[in-house]
C-alpha cells in the first residue's frame, strides 16, 4: 500500500469513526476495570462498610477518565489504555486524598436520609440540599484534578470558585447529576458505570468555559 493509499485510508470517515468508537470503549473498559473493587463488593455484599471501602476506587478511576476524555476532545486519534493509566497515575495521590473522606461522608449522610425512619423531615430535606450541594462541588474537585495541576488546597477552592464565577458549569454540572441519578434510579449502578465514558466527555465538553476562565486566571495549568 502506497503512502498515499495509507493517508486516504487513515483520513476516510470510516476509519475515523472507528478510531473514536474504539477511544470511547476502550476508555470505558479501562474506567470498570480500575473499579473492579466496587463492582465486586456491588456484586457479592451489602455491607456498607465493605461497599464504602470498595468505592475509594471510583474517585481515581473518574479523575483518569477525564483526562482520557480531555484528550479525546482535542482528537479522537488516542490511545486510551496508555492515556487513561497515565492520568489515573498523575492523579491517583489527589484523587484519594479527596475522594476518601468525602465518600464516606457521603455514604453517611445518604444511611441517614434513607436509612434511619426517625430522622425528621426537615432535618432530612436539611441534608438532602447539603448533600447535593457537596456532590456539586465534589464533581467540580474531580474535574480540576483530571485537568489541571494544582495543590489539593487550592482545588478545593478553586471548585467552589468555578461554581459560583461559572454558571454555565454549573448547569451542566446540575444536568450531568440529573442524567446519572436517572440512569441509576431506572436501571441501576452498572447502567451508570457502562455509560461512564460518554458522560465523562459531555462533563469535560461542559466545563470549558470553567477551564478557560481557570487557566486565564491561574498559571499552572496542564490541560
Known amino acids: 500500500m502506497t503512502n498515499a493509499m495509507k493517508r486516504d485510508f487513515t483520513q476516510g470517515p470510516l476509519f475515523r469513526t472507528a478510531t473514536a ?52 476532545t ?5 490511545e486510551p489504555f496508555r492515556l487513561f493509566w497515565r492520568g489515573y497515575r498523575l492523579g491517583v495521590r489527589q484523587a484519594l486524598t479527596f475522594w476518601v473522606p468525602y465518600f464516606t461522608l457521603l455514604m453517611i449522610l445518604g444511611a441517614d436520609v434513607f436509612t434511619i425512619p426517625s430522622t425528621p423531615s426537615p432535618l432530612r430535606w436539611l441534608i438532602v440540599l447539603l ?42 454540572n ?14 441501576s449502578e452498572a447502567a451508570a458505570g457502562a455509560l461512564a465514558a460518554p458522560i465523562a466527555l459531555f462533563t469535560v465538553l461542559n466545563s470549558r468555559t470553567l477551564r478557560e476562565r481557570l487557566r486565564e486566571e491561574f498559571t499552572h495549568a496542564i490541560g
Open 21 to 72: 468508537v474504539y477511544g470511547m470503549l476502550g476508555s470505558a473498559a479501562c474506567f470498570l476495570v480500575a473499579c473492579i473493587p466496587f463492582i465486586a463488593a456491588m456484586l457479592l455484599t451489602r455491607s456498607p462498610v465493605v461497599l464504602v471501602v470498595a468505592g475509594f476506587s471510583i474517585g481515581p478511576a473518574w479523575v483518569a477518565l477525564l483526562y482520557v476524555m480531555l484528550a479525546y
Open 74 to 78: 482535542r482528537s479522537r486519534d488516542i
Open 131 to 172: 448533600g447535593a450541594i457537596a456532590v456539586l462541588w465534589g464533581s467540580t474537585v474531580l474535574l480540576i484534578i483530571g485537568c489541571f495541576s494544582f495543590r489539593l488546597r487550592d482545588v478545593l477552592r478553586l471548585a467552589l470558585y468555578g461554581l459560583i464565577r461559572s454558571p454555565r458549569w454549573l448547569l451542566s
Open 174 to 187: 446540575i444536568a450531568i447529576m440529573l442524567v446519572t441519578g436517572a440512569i441509576v434510579f431506572a436501571w
